[in-house]
């Protein structure tokens, strides 16, 4: 069975510009995930997916930060404009039924904001 | 956001001794987890635990969650070279489909061979 698939892996950009980032969850698997993981800290939730509908985006900077899920298949993350302190891991996961511990993890993508 | 108290920080250890971290909470949890993350890598869960008191092993990794379900801790017995990585507690309180993760800031473990 195929894992969670994130593109890019790394990204590099500089303040104010704009990036996005794309999840493929495990075949099936109607709950979709994207945590931040800053350097030192674990994840944090960023936004929770059921299908193509919202679940939780209680932190979620929505001034910046935006998700979609159409289809209720792949999800991509943008931030627009970006900051330093956006500089973190940004995970992808999915799950089946939504338990926490059904939640299988991609590996990430890296971002650096200059 | 709200995260857990997750100690130490770092160790390192000689290959064959054992390892103990635990992971303190404010708030209660009705389920524990406890992950390995490798570098460029996404956390890989090791071990879940759903009731206070519950002592449950995988391998040579044996976890308990807290009596008062405010805590929980992992051990690793005989440890070797490969389990090098970050350790993340992570709580959650599970209700219907939801159910989101609290994670720790983490224990990286490194060993000398």
């Known amino acids: 069975e195929a894992g969670v698939a994130q593109s890019p892996r790394y990204k590099i950009i500089e303040k104010r510009q704009s990036v996005a980032f794309w999840c493929n969850p495990i075949?099936?698997?109607?709950?979709l995930y994207w945590y931040q993981q800053i350097l030192g800290q674990g994840p944090k939730l960023l936004i929770q997916?059921?299908?193509?509908?919202?679940?939780?985006d209680s932190q979620l900077p929505k001034d910046r930060f935006s998700a979609e899920r159409l289809k209720g298949v792949d999800s991509t993350l943008k931030i627009q404009p970006a900051k330093l302190e956006d500089s973190a891991v940004y995970l992808c996961?999915?799950?089946?039924?939504?338990?926490?511990?059904?939640?299988?993890f991609g590996p990430g993508t890296r971002l650096l904001v200059l | 956001g709200q995260q857990l108290n997750q100690s130490p920080q770092s160790m390192f250890i000689q290959e064959g001794e054992d390892v103990s971290m635990n992971c303190t909470s404010s708030?209660?949890?009705?389920?524990w987890l406890w992950y390995k993350q490798d570098p460029g890598e996404g956390p890989v869960l090791l071990i879940a635990?759903?009731?206070?008191?519950e002592l449950t092993s995988n391998g040579r990794l044996t976890a308990q969650f807290g009596i008062t379900r405010k805590d929980s801790f992992l051990n690793i017995s005989a440890s070797i070279p490969s389990d090098v990585g970050i350790y993340f507690c992570?709580?959650?309180?599970?209700?219907?489909?939801?159910?989101?993760?609290?994670f720790g800031k983490g224990t990286k473990l490194s060993v000398k061979p």
């Open positions: 996961a999915s799950s089946l039924r939504g338990a926490p511990e059904t939640q299988y």
């Open positions: 075949s099936g698997h109607a709950t």
């Open positions: 997916f059921q299908n193509n509908g919202v679940v939780d």
């Open positions: 708030s209660i949890f009705n389920t």
């Open positions: 635990l759903y009731k206070a008191g």
């Open positions: 992570a709580g959650a309180n599970y209700g219907g489909s939801q159910g989101n993760l609290i």
